[in-house]
């Protein structure tokens, strides 16, 4: 059974950081591409970045320079550093793998 979760969200002020971590267990993040989404109350669900089994990266515009996507395989987990957090990054914050979704994480940046 493929289970994703993550951990690590919370209050952080604007221009603080956070890091959020999705473990898995069932699969391997080594061999597939994971995802980070996020969902604003009112908003749809949108892509914040992911990372693919050789590590290539990419992410949206809006957390370009701010957000890291990384992954210890080790652990099999990957996480998202966001530094310099803004208000309108307030959300909660989802891992993907394939068909698979975490609970999600909340992530609140007050200015």
């Known amino acids: 059974q493929v289970q994703l979760v993550e951990s690590g969200g919370g209050l952080v002020q604007a221009g603080g950081s956070l890091r959020l971590s999705c473990a898995a267990s069932?699969?391997?993040?080594?061999?597939?591409?994971t995802a980070w989404y996020r969902q604003a109350p009112g908003n749809q669900r949108e892509l914040v970045g992911h990372?693919?089994?050789?590590?290539?990266?990419q992410y949206a515009d809006s957390v370009k320079g701010r957000f890291t996507i990384s992954r210890d395989n080790a652990k099999n987990t990957v996480y998202l550093q966001m530094n310099s957090l803004k208000p309108e990054d307030t959300a909660v914050y989802y891992c993907?793998?394939?068909?698979?979704w975490g609970q999600g994480t909340q992530v609140t940046v007050s200015s």
């Open positions: 993907n793998a394939e068909m698979y």
């Open positions: 990372i693919t089994s050789v590590g290539y990266t």
């Open positions: 069932g699969m391997s993040f080594r061999v597939i591409t």
